[in-house]
């Protein structure tokens, strides 16, 4: 059933439903005028609210028509989105589901939810299940260059790196498209180009910041990549400006709160770790927040607290969907806990996916495990980019590594 008449059998509920998101988003847009900061503080209900009214009326079409491919690509990526805003993991579970079931009708003229269900998969870390679907979508579209980047992506999180830089090559002259330029940024930083990705990520951050069609959340998005990256150079003040701005748009993004997080973390400031922190796991549960909050705790002298944080971070992993989780990993290494299991669940992994930071799990394992020779040799895998991220060099440097010539070396 084409798209018009699926419209057409939507009905009477599903007119009432658009007409009252229109009429929101238009009292929402004439606010912004008369008041552009309380409306910048709204930002983030408007978008989750729209998005709900958004879903229910597709829910409302795919009663009419549930084989329509159109209506189950559109409800895939408005659950990725919710996602994104802050939900659940169950959302990207569910864009997974309806993505695939679009694809079942037909792939033709439908690459667009291929490419929703690349991104609902590499935010559930199935980079192999990624890797199938964008290969395929690559071979149907090859001179869409999204698509490209999006295959380019998860080679980068395999550690394919050959194949990664090949593709990255092949998108640089339509580096300017959002998707692209974060994309691309994330793999110039992660070979140590830093300049050229913070170049890449400001212009593209500038570009989201001014177009009516991309929402809050990814606007919000582009400033916690920013602040990232400058958290990660140790420009703590360049850090914090980018979350903040972040936290204009999106008040309640529980990202932006744990990177706060992680900026008070640096700063030693342990009060304002707990605050950011707490805020985070309020709304997402993270276990490398929960992690976070319970050190500081201890740095505090507060043994009971950091206690009763590491027991729910170990509910909280056990009960952690998806693929095995890194965070948790180094966390338990870090506290010389469990280190024989986290060794071989990282070894395990690694056999799939060889990217530099699954080598440098593997190296702190080995370590922790009294075996130095062999995590020297898995941590020059792991810098064999010379990726400038402090937690690589710090790795290298406890396993008394000359950082420079073991990156020569590798």
Not at 291 to 315: C, I, S, W
Not at 367 to 396: F, I, Q, Y
Request: contains cysteine; hydrophobic residues 45%.
């Amino acid at each position: 059933m084409n798209s018009a008449r699926v419209m057409c059998r939507v009905g009477a509920a599903a007119l009432v439903l658009a007409l009252g998101g229109l009429a929101f988003t238009r009292a929402t847009r004439a606010s912004a005028v008369a008041a552009p900061a309380a409306a910048a503080h709204r930002g983030g209900y408007t978008d989750r609210a729209e998005r709900d009214v958004q879903i229910a009326v597709w829910n409302t079409a795919l009663v009419a028509d549930p084989a329509s491919a159109l209506v189950l690509g559109q409800l895939a990526a408005l659950h990725l989105q919710r996602g994104r805003e802050g939900g659940t993991f169950d959302e990207y579970v569910e864009a997974e589901r309806l993505a695939r079931r679009s694809l079942a009708r037909r792939t033709n003229r439908n690459s667009g939810t291929a490419a929703t269900l690349i991104s609902a998969l590499l935010a559930q870390h199935r980079f192999t299940d990624a890797r199938m679907v964008a290969v395929d979508l690559v071979a149907r579209e090859p001179d869409v260059p999204e698509y490209r980047a999006a295959l380019a992506e998860v080679a980068m999180e395999l550690g394919d790196d050959v194949a990664a830089d090949t593709l990255f090559r092949s998108v640089w002259a339509s580096r300017g498209t959002l998707t692209i330029a974060a994309r691309l940024a994330r793999w110039l930083e992660i070979n140590d180009h830093v300049p050229e990705a913070r170049t890449l990520l400001m212009s593209a951050q500038a570009d989201a910041m001014q177009r009516r069609d991309v929402a809050m959340e990814t606007k919000a998005w582009f400033a916690l990549r920013v602040g990232d990256l400058e958290l990660r150079r140790g420009h703590l003040r360049a850090a914090e400006a980018a979350y903040t701005k972040g936290l204009v748009l999106e008040p309640d993004d529980p990202r932006l709160f744990a990177a706060m997080a992680r900026l008070a973390r640096e700063r030693q400031r342990y009060d304002d770790v707990i605050r950011w922190g707490e805020r985070a796991i309020g709304m997402q549960l993270d276990p490398a927040t929960l992690g976070m909050v319970g050190d500081a705790y201890a740095m505090q002298g507060n043994a009971e607290k950091a206690d009763e944080y590491f027991r729910t971070l170990e509910v909280a992993v056990s009960m952690q969907p998806g693929a095995y989780h890194r965070a948790w990993s180094l966390y338990l290494l870090d506290h010389g806990l469990r280190v024989n299991e986290v060794l071989r669940r990282a070894q395990d992994e690694l056999r799939v996916r060889k990217d530099v930071y699954g080598y440098d799990v593997v190296a702190w394992a080995l370590l922790k495990a009294g075996r130095g020779d062999e995590a020297r040799a898995a941590m020059r895998a792991a810098l064999r980019l010379k990726t400038p991220d402090p937690l690589l060099l710090r790795h290298a440097r406890a396993m008394g590594l000359d950082v420079t010539s073991a990156q020569s070396e590798a």
